[in-house]
Protein backbone atom coordinates (compact mmCIF):
# COMPACT_ATOMS: atom_id res chain seq x y z
CA UNK A 1 0.00 0.00 0.00
CA UNK A 2 1.38 3.37 -0.77
CA UNK A 3 1.88 6.56 1.76
CA UNK A 4 -0.09 9.10 1.44
CA UNK A 5 1.59 12.61 0.56
CA UNK A 6 4.37 13.17 -1.96
CA UNK A 7 7.47 10.79 -2.74
CA UNK A 8 10.24 12.07 -0.86
CA UNK A 9 12.11 12.86 -4.44
CA UNK A 10 9.72 15.69 -5.51
CA UNK A 11 9.77 16.86 -1.66
CA UNK A 12 13.56 17.17 -2.09
CA UNK A 13 13.21 19.22 -5.65
CA UNK A 14 10.99 21.63 -4.49
CA UNK A 15 13.54 22.27 -1.33
CA UNK A 16 15.89 22.81 -3.57
CA UNK A 17 13.97 24.99 -5.64
CA UNK A 18 13.28 27.09 -3.13
CA UNK A 19 16.86 27.53 -1.96
CA UNK A 20 17.64 28.23 -5.43
CA UNK A 21 15.19 30.93 -5.49
CA UNK A 22 16.66 32.58 -2.39
CA UNK A 23 19.86 32.24 -3.72
CA UNK A 24 18.62 34.39 -6.71
CA UNK A 25 16.82 37.05 -5.00
CA UNK A 26 20.15 37.60 -2.55
CA UNK A 27 22.26 37.93 -5.75
CA UNK A 28 19.64 40.67 -7.29
CA UNK A 29 19.82 42.49 -4.08
CA UNK A 30 23.38 42.69 -4.12
CA UNK A 31 23.90 43.38 -7.69
CA UNK A 32 21.06 45.76 -8.44
CA UNK A 33 22.59 48.90 -7.48
CA UNK A 34 25.28 48.65 -10.28
CA UNK A 35 23.84 46.31 -12.80
CA UNK A 36 19.76 46.64 -13.01
CA UNK A 37 19.33 44.33 -15.62
CA UNK A 38 21.14 41.45 -14.20
CA UNK A 39 18.84 42.05 -11.00
CA UNK A 40 16.12 41.98 -13.69
CA UNK A 41 17.69 38.31 -15.04
CA UNK A 42 18.18 36.62 -11.08
CA UNK A 43 14.16 37.76 -11.36
CA UNK A 44 13.45 36.06 -14.49
CA UNK A 45 15.72 32.99 -13.49
CA UNK A 46 13.76 32.81 -10.08
CA UNK A 47 10.33 32.73 -11.73
CA UNK A 48 11.21 29.96 -14.26
CA UNK A 49 12.69 27.85 -11.64
CA UNK A 50 9.57 28.23 -9.58
CA UNK A 51 7.11 27.35 -12.44
CA UNK A 52 9.13 24.64 -13.16
CA UNK A 53 9.32 23.08 -9.68
CA UNK A 54 5.65 24.02 -8.59
CA UNK A 55 7.21 26.37 -6.11
CA UNK A 56 5.47 29.23 -5.11
CA UNK A 57 7.88 32.63 -4.18
CA UNK A 58 7.61 33.53 -0.78
CA UNK A 59 5.93 36.33 -0.09
CA UNK A 60 8.49 38.88 1.10
CA UNK A 61 10.27 37.74 -2.40
CA UNK A 62 7.06 38.02 -4.14
CA UNK A 63 6.89 42.10 -3.46
CA UNK A 64 10.77 42.88 -4.48
CA UNK A 65 9.46 42.64 -8.30
CA UNK A 66 7.22 44.09 -10.34
CA UNK A 67 4.38 41.24 -11.26
CA UNK A 68 3.49 43.10 -14.97
CA UNK A 69 7.16 43.51 -16.37
CA UNK A 70 9.10 41.77 -13.72
CA UNK A 71 11.77 44.43 -13.13
CA UNK A 72 13.84 43.95 -9.49
CA UNK A 73 12.38 46.71 -7.35
CA UNK A 74 15.09 49.39 -6.40
CA UNK A 75 13.54 51.14 -3.47
CA UNK A 76 13.34 54.67 -4.45
CA UNK A 77 14.46 54.47 -8.15
CA UNK A 78 12.34 52.32 -10.19
CA UNK A 79 9.02 52.32 -7.82
CA UNK A 80 7.06 54.30 -5.43
CA UNK A 81 4.99 53.06 -2.57
CA UNK A 82 1.81 54.52 -0.93
CA UNK A 83 -0.61 53.37 2.28
CA UNK A 84 -3.89 53.67 0.31
CA UNK A 85 -7.59 52.72 2.10
CA UNK A 86 -6.06 49.59 4.05
CA UNK A 87 -3.49 48.80 1.19
CA UNK A 88 -0.13 49.07 0.27
CA UNK A 89 0.71 50.26 -3.25
CA UNK A 90 3.51 49.66 -5.36
CA UNK A 91 3.60 51.93 -8.54
CA UNK A 92 6.27 50.65 -11.23
CA UNK A 93 8.18 53.42 -13.22
CA UNK A 94 9.24 51.04 -15.60
CA UNK A 95 5.49 49.64 -17.00
CA UNK A 96 3.31 52.47 -15.33
CA UNK A 97 0.97 49.62 -13.13
CA UNK A 98 -0.03 49.60 -9.63
CA UNK A 99 0.29 46.32 -7.50
CA UNK A 100 -1.68 46.76 -4.32
CA UNK A 101 -0.87 44.51 -1.02
CA UNK A 102 -3.31 44.32 2.22
CA UNK A 103 -1.78 45.35 5.46
CA UNK A 104 -4.33 44.03 7.33
CA UNK A 105 -2.14 41.80 10.10
CA UNK A 106 -0.62 44.49 10.48
CA UNK A 107 -3.80 46.34 11.40
CA UNK A 108 -4.98 43.65 13.34
CA UNK A 109 -2.10 43.14 15.84
CA UNK A 110 -2.43 46.97 16.14
CA UNK A 111 -5.85 46.97 17.05
CA UNK A 112 -5.09 43.77 19.28
CA UNK A 113 -2.19 45.68 21.09
CA UNK A 114 -4.46 48.68 21.81
CA UNK A 115 -7.19 46.59 23.28
CA UNK A 116 -4.75 44.78 25.59
CA UNK A 117 -3.84 48.06 26.56
CA UNK A 118 -7.50 49.33 27.16
CA UNK A 119 -7.99 46.18 28.99
CA UNK A 120 -5.34 46.36 31.68
CA UNK A 121 -6.22 50.11 32.12
CA UNK A 122 -9.88 49.36 32.85
CA UNK A 123 -9.37 46.22 35.17
CA UNK A 124 -7.00 48.52 37.00
CA UNK A 125 -8.39 50.95 40.31
CA UNK A 126 -7.22 53.91 41.36
Not at 15 to 30: H, N, P, S, T, V
Not at 35 to 61: G, T
Request: charged share 35%; net charge positive; with cysteine.
Amino acid sequence: MRKKGKPKKIRKIKQIALERIKILFEQAEKIAKEDPSLANRYVYLARKISMKAKVRIPRELKRRFCKHCYVYFIPGVNYRVRIQRGKVVYYCFNCKKYMRFPYVKEQKAKRSSKNNHLRVNKNRKI
